[in-house]
């Protein structure tokens, strides 16, 4: 019996391997085409020159001193929070709870500058605001570990709500601590004496930038070179081989969320303390959830997170620079910003994977 069989036109296939240089052609392609579909729409709308966006962008980013300083500060930030949370990703326990961590920290820093800013030395508040919000991120990413190691929770839920509990702890605090009464925010925490302020290592941002660039190398010698982090690595591609070779499996889900929560409050201490001398329930900017996609396009890599964090500071800079120039809203911006990180999102796809179209057959079969 004959029967005529229909092939599909194209089918996928995982690629086996692809070198580094080819990953990042492919992601230089995305990147290109991206800022192409963003200046015919901005020419759609505005009937401006697409070069004289692009230009744009780079003047947002990088017009002044000022402004090269502060998308440094911000890339650091960024790359703090990923670098953070890239350990728990590592281990496949995806964490997604750095909102959180962070702000909690940034309580625990501010809640130093108010309560002791006018009974103890400066270095001495310095040093318990460092101890107190690492602690806290730790606290606050020990909870759904300890879940997760104990009674196998979804970590993913877990965490998420751990932000909405320390964004409404946070709420609560402003208004214990408002000044003045009434104003609904805290307002510049000790303004005059400074007691509990970071100081400043050059200039206001160098000291944020001289942290992550430490942890970023810390981080690296600790997944690449140390036992804790081959342990991570193990527990990540599979829990049952790591327990057979002798891996306690449970310690190291809390070992590495201690871990991960502690950099998350250091970031919070330098928002606080070190960059806005304030706290509020938004100090953090939703950078804990974009910090999950600088690690995912990094592969989980600490140094390649100093590039994926400034690609992505720099696309968010750049595209608000536009909507300011060309007098369109902050909508317009984010419109922007999402197109590009769905082109470098969507590259991915064609690095790991490869089309390949079916040849045509003749006659039946």
């Not at 240089?21 to 085409?33: C, G, M």
């Not at 208004?175 to 303004?191: L, T």
């Not at 342990?231 to 081989?241: A, D, I, M, Q």
């Not at 991960?260 to 938004?282: D, K, M, Q």
């Amino acid at each position: 019996m004959n029967s005529k069989v229909k092939e599909p036109l194209f089918h996928v296939v995982k690629r086996d391997d692809i070198t580094r240089a080819k990953a990042w052609a492919i992601r230089l392609v995305a990147i290109l085409a991206a800022l192409v579909v963003c200046g015919i729409i901005t020419f759609a709308l505005t009937g401006d020159n697409p070069l004289s966006v692009y230009a744009t962008m780079v003047t947002g980013a990088f017009g002044s001193a000022r402004k090269t300083w502060v998308t440094l500060q911000n890339v650091a930030i960024l790359l703090l929070i990923s670098l953070a949370i890239t350990p728990a990703f590592r281990m496949r326990f995806w964490n997604c709870g750095a909102e959180g961590q962070v702000i909690i920290g940034g309580l625990a820093a501010g809640a130093c500058m108010i309560t002791l800013g006018s009974k103890l030395p400066n270095a001495v508040v310095i040093l318990l605001m460092i101890i107190t919000s690492m602690l806290a991120g730790a606290i606050w990413a020990l909870i759904p570990g300890l879940c997760k190691a104990i009674w196998n929770t979804n970590e993913t839920l877990a965490t998420l709500m751990m932000n909405y509990i320390a964004t409404q702890i946070v709420a609560y605090f402003i208004i214990v601590w408002e000044n003045p009464k009434g104003a609904g925010k805290i307002g510049i925490i000790n303004q005059k004496s400074m007691v509990g302020w970071l100081p400043e290592v050059g200039n206001k941002y160098l000291l944020s930038i001289i942290v992550g660039l430490a942890i970023t190398a810390f981080l690296y010698v600790y997944i690449y070179y140390s036992k804790h982090g081959y342990e991570v690595c193990v527990v990540g591609e599979s829990e049952r081989t790591a327990a057979y070779v002798g891996i306690k499996v449970k310690r190291v889900i809390i070992r590495t969320m201690i871990l991960s929560g502690a950099l998350c409050g250091l970031t919070g201490l330098l928002l606080v303390g070190g960059i806005n001398h304030t706290i509020t329930t938004t100090i953090v900017g939703g950078q804990g959830f974009t910090a999950i996609m600088v690690s995912w396009l990094a592969k989980f890599n600490p140094i390649a997170m100093i590039f994926t964090s400034f690609l992505i500071i720099f696309l968010g800079r750049g595209a608000g620079e536009i909507a300011t120039v060309f007098e369109l809203n902050q909508s317009f911006s984010d419109i922007l910003t999402g197109i590009i990180l769905f082109f470098i999102i969507g590259c991915e796809f064609f690095i790991s994977y490869r089309i390949v179209f079916n040849k045509k057959k003749g006659g039946n079969e």
